[in-house]
C-alpha cells in the first residue's frame, strides 16, 4: 500500500530564512506525488506536482520539491520565507487506480518577523 | 472564473438530522470527490465519481450518500446514521482520475452538530 509520511508535525522558521518541509513516500509503483497548502478554513491549493519527469520540481511562489528515489523522499523547500508562507503543508500521493490522494499528516509552517 | 464553489461555509445541524452539502464545479471535469478532515489530520475519501451517474464508496463512506445526476455537481448527504460527524468537508475535481490529474479543491464547508 502506499502512504506518505510529513516527518515534522510544525516548523517554525524566520522570516527571509529557508524552508524545509520533509517527506517520505512508500509505493509499489512509480508514484505521483504533491504538495498542497492548506490556509486557515480555507481549501486546498496546489504547490507543485511529481509525475515521473523531471526530479527537481518548481512550484508557486517559489516553493520547489526534488524527488529522490534513493531515499523515498520529496521535501518541499524555499529559499527565503515570507510572513504569506505560514499555513498548514501536506505531503500527498495518488493510489495506483488514480482514485484517491492520500494524505500525510499535515505540517504546520510558523513565520516569525 | 472557473473553480469549485461549496455551500454553505458553515453548517450546523442537530444530531438525528440528515444535513446536505452542496458541491458545483465549472471546469468541466469529468472526476469528483468528497473528503473529510478532522483536526490535526490529513483528508480521506469519503466518495468518489469518474462520471456522471456514477460514484465509488471511499474510505470512510459509512453514514453518507451521494449522487451524481449532473456532470457539474456532486451533493454530499450526511445522514443520521454517521456517528461523529463535526468535521470540515472539502470538495475536488479533476479532468479524468489517472494518477497524472491533479484534484483541484473547493473552499470547503465546515459542519458542526450541535
Known amino acids: 500500500a502506499q502512504s506518505v509520511t510529513q516527518l515534522d508535525s510544525h516548523v517554525s522558521v524566520s522570516e527571509g530564512t529557508p524552508v524545509l518541509l520533509r517527506c517520505n513516500y512508500s509505493?509499489?509503483?512509480?508514484?505521483?506525488l504533491f504538495w498542497y497548502v492548506q490556509h486557515p478554513n480555507k481549501g486546498l491549493q496546489l504547490l507543485l506536482k511529481?509525475?515521473?519527469?523531471?526530479?527537481l520540481v518548481k512550484g508557486i511562489n517559489g516553493f520547489e520539491a526534488e524527488f529522490k528515489k534513493s531515499e523515498t523522499s520529496f521535501h518541499l523547500t524555499k529559499p527565503s520565507a515570507h510572513m504569506s508562507d505560514a499555513a498548514e503543508y501536506f505531503c500527498?500521493?495518488?493510489?495506483?487506480?488514480?482514485?484517491?490522494?492520500?494524505f500525510g499528516k499535515g505540517t504546520t509552517l510558523s513565520v516569525s518577523s | 472564473d472557473g473553480g469549485i464553489t461549496q455551500s454553505p461555509k458553515y453548517l450546523f445541524r442537530k444530531e438525528g438530522q440528515n444535513v446536505t452539502l452542496s458541491c458545483e464545479q465549472n471546469?468541466?471535469?469529468?472526476?469528483m470527490y468528497w473528503y473529510r478532515q478532522d483536526p490535526g489530520q490529513g483528508l480521506r475519501l469519503i466518495y468518489y465519481?469518474?462520471?456522471?451517474?456514477?460514484?465509488q464508496k471511499g474510505d470512510i463512506a459509512e453514514g453518507y450518500s451521494v449522487s451524481r445526476e449532473k456532470k457539474e455537481s456532486f451533493p454530499l448527504t450526511v445522514t443520521s446514521a454517521q456517528k461523529n460527524p463535526t468535521a470540515f468537508y472539502l470538495c475536488?475535481?479533476?479532468?479524468?482520475?489517472?494518477?497524472?490529474?491533479?484534484?483541484?479543491f473547493g473552499p470547503g464547508t465546515r459542519l458542526t452538530v450541535l
Open positions: 471546469l468541466n471535469h469529468d472526476a
Open positions: 475536488a475535481s479533476s479532468m479524468a482520475s489517472g494518477r497524472t490529474d491533479t484534484q483541484y
Open positions: 511529481y509525475t515521473s519527469a523531471a526530479t
Open positions: 500527498v500521493v495518488i493510489n495506483q487506480a488514480g482514485t484517491a490522494l492520500i
Open positions: 465519481s469518474q462520471i456522471v451517474n456514477d460514484f
Open positions: 509505493s509499489s509503483y512509480s508514484p505521483s
